[in-house]
DNA sequence: AGCACGCCGACT
DNA sequence: GTCGGCGTGCTC
């Protein structure tokens, strides 16, 4: 028996019409169509749009989505699904119209789309033809024991614990079997004979994972606000208010107090009985955001995100599903979380790349944050220090609102950030004026942040005597050499090859280790500053759950005085005790062959120069590079993102990007490599035919210098394809679909920015 | 994506 | 003579 009500979020439609019902449904696999089926009498009064089905489907049986009734299409004989999986559909019309959209939009199956938006503990229950029917998928809904008195007169002979139990049952009510046992202890016989007498009785009831479980947080109350603040949440509420969709980018450098703004912005959408979506990078890199809704709202939060098993993100999804919670926060998948009536979306840090999903679907959630926004007519806030060119462009041209919170809060000053040129210095990958800055922060007991965006002990090998550099055949990158493993790989493509011990050119026989990684800088400290507590952080010391907050809390308690590290330094995590951020080589991320590298440079440098000086101590940066000018590095430490903008504008122009510059990829994927270099050539060669034929400006690059790899036992190619206007590399790749002399393993995927959404 | 059918190469 | 590689076509 379950005593939890379910909800019926839409009222079974009764048709009248006597004729068979059919429905039209989605598959999730990779097809392009939609497919009817019969309704079957008995499940008639079962089966409503957004609701899963159980189908015969060629030789197989299948879950699929139900996308609306149907009208039967001429002269095809239609099968009878077999079962309907749902007893309450999954997605509102207005949902499904979302998803329909995204689907077209990144020239994906809808079937797949669907899949993805889907928690994955239930999310497939595929059932093989084969007479042993294997089942899988279909995540269980725990429940629990509840216990309570029947008014029986309890028999005399009845004393001790027993009798304890039954007092304590009749004077609160129902108590569910855990609790029982916190304040009884080991109690299951002492029940069992309850029942048994007849004092008691026992029912089930549906219970969630609770990934809060224990957790207990200090209640938290609106602060005020500064000027800036108060002006841009006016402005928030004014169109909260509104309820008409109105996209704003919230510009607030470092420290300036965006989180409040959010909340604030939250508080009030919630009062006027809308609800909030929270869209954040990594939130396993940034529990404390969480902790302050937490604080703020306590109760009716969902969270989402990797973190989670399948069980606490099933019962996540199922809370939220049934409206009951007000706000969720989570990763880049939460965007398709059940939420109905969502009065505000707000996207944190909207630059980072983690907002991008790079298999299977490929969106944005950031982008998908505005379509979303829009169909709910919703505001929706672009919050970040260093947002897209892209985002900030878009706002220049007044298609999103512009927020400014240009100073920080508590009039704490920015870091005092100088730059060391090492181009003529480069023996010690330290520089003395480093080297100095750290023995005086230990001296004083202050704490300080190395940051070098490189793994690995040294970057990469080459030849003294003919200055060959070992690199990815695919990605024209140098290969990272780990000393550990003895390899040299590409962290692109994952492409390796065994260290060479000469050079594969010339035969010299000592390679020189060139470049340094974060494993060599730790070493190098560790025979420095031998009494120093020396943490290293990246993906080769954060492995395993939990292995960034096993980091981060140490150096939160104080207990490292240097922590070197890559990106991940440079986000989520405050620490106010760091006075010191060193930063080695900070070009090293300027040259790669993107056109958004400067733009990424520029970002997480400015990120990494924001964590010095976060509490009450003044904080200081010094920045090596050996181009000290390049106006990516110079305005990062200036912290002017005006300027950076407006030179990156001026450098896209003349390189013909345009400011919302966007690539698109046709990607490819065989299990030989012989038919996928058929299908790469022949799929180029369609392209370019549609291209001329349509008489489109689209650039197409590939397949030749295009990454060939192999993943997951696939091997794969992009073709990548530019272009200044979105609507010709749509009207490219339908084409392109649609030609009948592609290659079966062909499949496309866009990967666009999105100002033409607004 | 699966799954079947169909067509040529090297094996017990 | 068959087993098995993958190319192609289909799934309401």
Redesign the pocket.
Known sequence: MTTTEIKHTQPNQAETNQQPRTV?VAVP???D??????VPEPLASRIQPGVRVF??????KVTAYVLRFSRP?EG?????LLDVLDPEPLWTDAELTFFQWIADYYLHPLGEVLKTALPSGINLQ?R???DGEAVSGGKKIRHERIFSALSADAPAKLRGKGLDILAFLRQSGPVSSAELKTRFGECSPNLRRLVELGLVQTSDREVYRDPFAGLIVAKDSPKSLTLHQQQALTTILAAVDNKQFAPFLLHGITGSGKTEVYLQGIAHTLAAGNNALVLVPEISLTPQLVQRFRARFSDGIAVLHSALSDGERYDEWRRIRRGEVRIVIGARSAIFAPLERIGIIVVDEEHEASFKQSDGLRYNARDLALVRGQQEQATVLLGSATPLITTRFAAQQGKLGYLSLPERVANRPLPATSIINTRMTAESPLSPQLIEALSENLERGEQSLLFLNRRGFASWLVCPSCGADLQCPNCSVSLTYHRQRRKSLCHYCDYQVPAPCICPACGELELKEMGVGTERIEHELLERFPDARIARMDSDTTGGKGGHARILDKVGRGEVDILVGTQMIAKGHDFPGVTLVGVLQAEGSLYLPDFRATERTFQVLSQVIGRAGRGELAGRVLLQAMTPDHYGIAYAADHDFERFYQEELLFRQELNYPPYGFLAAIKL????E??LT?AAEQSAAVLRAIKSRLGLRVEILGPAPAPLYRLRGRFRQQILLKDASRAALRRLLTAYRREQSL???V?AAIDIDPVDLL
């Open positions: 039209e696999l990779p097809l169509t939609t497919f009817h089926y019969r189908v015969p489907f060629g030789r197989r299409p095809q004989q239609l099968k009878d595929s093989s033809s084969a994927s065989a299990t030989s012989k038919s058929t290659p079966a393993t499949r």
